[in-house]
């Protein structure tokens, strides 16, 4: 039942306001009748009210003032004040300071009435909220210390001392730390165990931290989807024996996480006096579990250990970019891995965030796909890998992995260099056979001619096609000549005239080749002799 105070120095107006509502009906009691606001005070500290219907004008303690004091005791005590149309201005002040409503004289009873039952139903929703409040209070402190390690210094204390003592925090201890620790394979336990059971043991990674976490002050672990993000207090002890007693702590930790088969890496954070700095100590625990990238088989990674010196985009210069564009145009697959394991070294010796690794891997990446580019050549499936990866590099864990992946592509482009190649040296020959079979009659046909058609050097030519083809392409030249010569319908001594004059060509044809090593495919003159052109002639 609700509880009532009427507040009024006219003895009549209270009696009115008691008698002329049946408050049984609404549920609730008067409790105080005073007829002045300090004894409206007195009476509220010995037994609480939940509303007060109060006038604004009274001597000794107004309205207002008596509302001021009044919330005060109780902030969810609710007043609703009764005002001559004329001190509007009372009541508006009033409203302001936290007062529900307020009614003018006149007053109209059934208008009362309503108010007083929306002042009842408002109860019941703040009572129904403030009951969610508090079975939520757990949620308030996660969110406390999510945004004290995500804001700066500055904003963290101006938005979240004031929940220190609402929340009941008793955070003064001497030194501070944020502990990050993810589960490497949280990937692979979700897709095995499934959504449900994974949850299930995270909440059984969160009772082993707290176990194995007692030497500890204090310890807050705060879920993350793969993890915990861990808050520590300790005091009673240097901020060095602070640190080496959590580094012991996380690597038991880690070590007992990886025996049952969660690999757990740790991230440790950069020691702070400030509880109000922890945005400082959880960045240094980022920074350190990103060092993960460089040096994948460790787990326990510390903040002051992982500050190395990163160098700017232009220390990998453009000359170590362009030997692996020349190994590329080699194919020289070995020298092409060994660049590979250098590049890799090269990053871990130098970097310690893999931003600015990354920044390398991007020109890399991008030296790459200018030279696709520059092939001419059907590279679309690798230049959309490329593509990928540049706008997803995160997906990679390690610079192993990143590198292992680099290496493979430059070995799938060597492939299809290869591919190209071959179809180019094929295509080259065909038109070399076209070219002679559409000119081997020619007396002047020779292989500076057929070079020159088909744009590559003759020395190159003649063992290119020696090696593609099986034949020396003076050879080739003497079999096209020899198949029209061998038609059935020559007779008697014009047919034995002409087999003479073959097989002198022929024989003349070898001598020459074997004196100046396929250099020359046609014979114009040799002495005063024209064998081949007569030959040609005959024909």
């Known amino acids: 039942m609700r509880k009532i105070m009427i507040v009024d120095d006219n003895y009549l107006s209270a009696e009115g306001i008691e008698k002329n509502i049946d408050w049984e009906v609404l549920n609730a009691e008067i409790v105080h009748i005073c007829y002045n606001g300090t004894s409206a005070i007195d009476a509220m500290k010995k037994e609480p009210v939940d509303l007060i219907i109060s006038d604004i004008e009274m001597p000794d303690l107004d309205g207002i003032s008596m509302s001021r004091q009044a919330l005060d005791i109780n902030p969810m005590v609710k007043i609703i004040l009764i005002s001559a149309y004329d001190k509007f201005e009372y009541a508006r002040r009033a409203l302001l300071l936290g007062a529900l409503d307020y009614i003018e004289k006149p007053l109209d009873y059934a208008y009362l009435i309503q108010k007083v039952k929306n002042a009842f139903a ?126 012991k702590i996380i690597s038991a930790l880690v070590d007992n996480c990886n025996s049952q088969g969660l690999v757990l890496n740790a991230g ?69 891995d060994s660049w590979f394991q250098d590049f ?50 995160e997906e990679f864990h390690t610079t192993e992995e990143l ?14 260099l290869d591919s190209s190649l071959n179809d180019y040296h094929q295509k080259l020959c065909e038109s070399v056979t076209s070219y002679i079979d559409e000119n081997y009659a020619s007396n002047t046909l020779c292989l500076n001619d057929i070079a020159s058609e088909a744009n590559v050097s003759p020395a190159y030519l003649s063992a290119l096609f020696k090696k593609k083809q099986g034949v020396s392409i003076s050879d080739y030249s003497a079999n096209q000549r020899r198949l029209p010569l061998s038609y059935s319908h020559k ?23 074997e004196k100046n090593e396929c250099h020359s495919i046609c014979i114009q003159r040799y002495s005063d002799v024209k064998i081949l052109a007569f030959t040609c002639v005959s024909l």
Request: net charge negative; glycine share 4%; charged share 25%.
């Open 403 to 416: 590198c292992h992946w680099l290496n493979d592509l430059c070995h799938l482009l060597c492939n299809k």
């Open 491 to 513: 007779h008697d001594s014009e047919g034995n005239q002409y087999e003479m004059r073959l097989r002198q060509s022929i024989l003349f044809q070898h001598k020459l080749q």
């Open 344 to 393: 890799s070294r090269w990053l871990t010796e130098n970097f310690r965030t893999k931003s600015f690794a990354f920044i390398q891997i991007y020109s890399l990446l991008g030296r790459i796909l200018k030279f696709f580019y520059e092939l001419n050549l059907d590279t679309h499936d690798l230049e959309a890998k490329i593509l990928y990866v540049y706008n997803h590099l």
């Open 122 to 247: 408002l109860m019941e929703r703040e009572q129904k909220n403030l009951q969610l409040l508090k079975q939520s209070r757990p949620l308030l402190i996660e969110k406390f210390f999510r945004d004290i390690t995500h804001r700066s210094r500055q904003e963290a204390s101006y938005r979240l001392k004031p929940y220190l003592n609402y929340l009941n925090l008793k955070l003064d201890y001497d030194f501070y730390n944020v502990v990050i620790l993810e589960l490497e394979n949280a990937q692979s336990l979700r897709d095995s165990y499934g959504i449900e059971k994974f949850q299930m043991e995270l909440l059984n990674l969160r009772d082993l931290i707290t176990e194995q976490t007692s030497e500890l002050n204090y310890i807050y672990p705060l879920q993350d989807i793969d993890g915990y993000l861990c808050v520590i207090g300790q005091s009673g002890c240097q901020s060095g024996n602070f640190r080496q007693l959590t580094y």
């Open 268 to 336: 440790i954070g950069a020691i702070v006096q400030d509880l109000w700095d922890l945005n400082r100590s959880y960045e240094s625990a980022v920074h350190a579990l990103d060092y993960r990238f460089f040096f994948p088989h460790q787990n326990v990674f510390d903040g002051r250990e992982a500050l190395g010196h990163d160098l700017s985009a232009t220390d990998f210069s453009d000359s170590r970019e362009e030997e692996l564009i020349r190994l590329l145009c080699k194919k020289d697959v070995s020298a092409i």
